[in-house]
């Protein structure tokens, strides 16, 4: 079955750096068929989207929040999506979630699969 598992969180001080991967496996085609996502959760705040990578053309978005300063990409083994995220603000404490639609969905669709996520502590 489909599985994500994202890595890479941890302390950061602010205006650093870390750069979170999500390992993805159980798909039946190449994981350039497939959207996958980054949403962060922050203690008392609903989940919001941070960036996709779309599968039909690998056209990648961004919440306007992070434009500039995160950045979504894939290994050429076509097993891992990174986020790296510079300048970070303490206001981006938050666990980092990846996550796919099911089948061959795009970025704006609803997400059928998720990680367990990374906790990501941007502090001084």
């Known amino acids: 079955q489909v599985q994500l598992v994202e890595s890479g969180g941890g302390l950061v001080q602010p205006g650093g750096s870390l750069r979170l991967s999500c390992a993805v496996s159980?798909?039946?085609?190449?994981?350039?068929?497939?959207?996958i996502a980054w949403f962060r959760q922050a203690p008392g705040k609903e989940r919001e989207g941070v960036s996709c990578r779309s599968s039909h053309d690998g056209s990648t978005y961004y919440a306007d929040s992070v434009k500039g300063r995160f950045t979504i990409s894939r290994d050429n083994a076509k097993t891992t999506v990174y986020l790296q995220m510079n300048s970070l603000k303490p206001e981006e404490t938050a666990v980092y979630y990846c996550a796919t639609p099911r089948g061959l969905g795009s970025c704006s669709d609803e997400y059928d699969y998720w990680g367990q996520g990374t906790q990501v502590t941007v502090s001084s």
């Open positions: 159980g798909f039946d085609l190449d994981l350039d068929y497939y959207a």
